[in-house]
């Protein structure tokens, strides 16, 4: 949860909306890998710029920090400072991010969104188990998808 008291935390935190490669991102790019999957990440060409792109799975995983992103979850809490701002601003993601897999699944893709409280915090899914249902989904999944730390 990003504190947003302090001007300097808060520049930290507008630098963390741009960067690519979090570290929820990178795990789950690894443990992929390891596992013998390939994918393009960050595809700028596709809506949303899907973290992974498995292009042979005709698959897309977005890995979702849940302030960021809005979830609905115990890791999503409104800062306590320029509270209108931040609603607006997180409900606006939220509905482009909705939009953006629209278009994806209309243009034949099918999307995984994998939610950080699914592998951080204390409700976090074992490694084994998550990765059963991520690469059972790649490979078998006709609809889209979300994983979060309710899904067991
Ligand atoms: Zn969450």
Redesign the pocket.
């Known amino acids: 949860m990003p504190d947003v008291h302090s001007p300097e935390q808060r520049k930290k935190n507008m630098s963390a909306i741009s960067s690519k490669d979090t570290k929820p991102e990178i795990f789950i790019r690894n443990e992929l890998h390891k596992r013998g999957y390939r994918y393009r990440k960050n595809a700028k060409d596709l809506p949303g710029k899907p973290d992974i792109v498995l292009p042979k799975y005709k698959a897309v995983i977005f890995v979702n920090g849940?302030f960021w992103h809005k979830?609905?979850?115990?890791?999503?809490r409104l800062p306590s400072t320029r509270t209108e701002w931040w609603a607006k601003k997180l409900e606006a993601t939220r509905l482009r991010d909705k939009s953006n897999i629209e278009v994806l699944n209309l243009d034949g893709w099918k999307v995984l969104v994998i939610?950080?409280?699914?592998i951080k915090g204390k409700y976090k899914r074992g490694t084994a188990d998550l990765f059963d249902s991520i690469t059972y989904w790649i490979s078998e999944g006709q609809d889209n998808l979300e994983i979060?730390?309710t899904l067991y």
């Open positions: 849940c979830h609905e979850c115990h890791l999503f939610w950080e409280c699914a979060t730390h």
